[in-house]
């Protein structure tokens, strides 16, 4: 509802303007912000773009992760000798809700080296296939660490 509260004031700024075009719009988003910013403590809802700092906080761990995720398969594959132990392996999770759930599962599918294969039932449980258990099982532990800490910040503001 913010962002489109912004919009409508930033598209009255540029009606009220005697210049119809882009930088005039942009100039009444950044009023608009400024003006949504100055009234937060009188909106049901918590300020948008601290959500969108979020979305974008998450996006950046979710490189880094597939970096460092694309580096480790990569040093498996170029061995000489392929030594790898594939296998599936559970983890559990204290995220809550379908949204939530299917993020990190995408996240983590997205990620070299992992797949979700299956979620339980009960929606705390991850049944996840990694391309070689006792190196790659930690290297998502630690990433679904950072995922939850992250997809928790986006969708509950915690």
Do not use: C
Request: aromatic letters at 10%; glycine letters at 4%; charged letters at 20%.
């Amino acid at each position: 509802m913010q962002v489109l509260i912004n919009l409508l004031i930033a598209t009255l700024w540029m009606f009220l303007q005697d210049d119809w075009s882009v930088l005039t719009f942009i100039s009444g988003y950044l009023v608009g912000i400024i003006v949504l910013f100055v009234i937060r403590r009188f909106l049901p809802e918590k300020f948008y773009l601290t959500t969108v700092l979020n979305i974008f906080q998450l996006f950046l761990v979710f490189i880094q992760e597939l970096f460092s995720s694309s580096i480790l398969v990569i040093r498996q594959v170029t061995r000489p000798r392929i030594n790898i132990t594939p296998g599936i392996f559970t983890l559990e999770t204290d995220l809550e809700g379908d949204l939530e759930i299917t993020l990190v599962s995408l996240l983590l599918s997205l990620t070299p080296g992992s797949v979700v294969v299956e979620v339980a039932p009960d929606g705390k449980t991850l049944f996840i296939h990694a391309m070689d258990i006792p190196e790659s099982s930690e290297s998502v532990k630690k990433s679904v660490q950072r995922f939850e800490k992250m997809i928790k910040k986006v969708t509950r503001g915690v």
